[in-house]
């Protein structure tokens, strides 16, 4: 009897070991994924973030770089420990486990009101960006933003494309000739701004807030990634 229990016992934890090696593989590729997300951004969704007035949203890609190389570091730990069956080791790993859990209920809520913020400051501030910032020297990040963001969602101007009529840049009279960037044409060419038909220019009267209720449907990833 006494055989058969110790025998029992050490297949019960053979199996546990592997249980935990395979969850910690998990783990490790989930970091990986919540780091690569974050790369992501920097690399592809910076633009849009330049259109931001506060810097809450940049800083937040470089969290979820900094979370996923943690996340990654705690998986391996889990693995030294589980096949080392060092008790300081597994002491280690289940606190930054709880700790990680505990942050992702914070940051979940936390997410959900960031993005209600997010489409309240792009309603507010994507208009005055354009009109004020478009075209301007220094802000060549925001000129290209703008752009990237009207021919990526085919819109033109905050509104519509009346909100260019109080653009800084048409009005100074450098846009030559334009009456709206090259990049509200559905058909990008040199000059087509100069021509605001409908036929010409993504013209959408009848969707307020088109392009900036567009662009925090792209940043909303936030919400997504940072309640995982």
């Not at 959900?112 to 354009?130: C, G, I």
Request: hydrophobic letters at 40%; aromatic letters at 10%.
């Amino acid at each position: 009897m006494g055989e058969f229990g110790e025998k029992t016992t050490t297949c019960g934890t053979v199996c546990l070991k592997y249980l935990l090696f395979t969850f910690n593989c998990c783990f490790w590729l989930a970091g990986l994924a919540v780091m690569a997300v974050g790369i992501w951004t920097l690399a592809l969704k910076s633009d849009y973030i330049s259109l931001l007035a506060s810097g809450t949203y940049l800083a937040t890609a470089y969290i979820l770089v900094v979370a996923g190389a943690v996340v990654m570091v705690t998986g391996v730990l889990g693995c030294c420990a589980t096949f080392k069956e060092r008790r300081d080791l597994l002491r280690l790993y289940f606190t930054l486990l709880l700790v990680i859990f505990l942050l992702e209920i914070i940051a979940g809520a936390l997410a959900y009101v960031y993005y209600q913020q997010l489409n309240a400051e792009l309603k507010e501030n994507l208009k005055d960006t354009m009109t004020k910032r478009y075209h301007q020297l220094g802000h060549e990040g925001v000129t290209s933003a703008v752009d990237k963001l009207q021919q990526e969602f085919h819109c033109c101007g905050s509104n519509n494309s009346q909100d260019w009529r109080d653009s800084e840049w048409i009005r100074s009279g450098e846009a030559g000739g334009r009456v709206v960037p090259d990049s509200c044409c559905k058909t990008v060419v040199a000059r087509c701004g100069q021509r605001d038909h409908a036929s010409n220019i993504y013209k959408v009267e009848r969707a307020p807030l088109a392009c900036s209720c567009r662009a925090a449907a792209s940043l909303s990833w936030r919400r997504s990634s940072r309640s995982t």
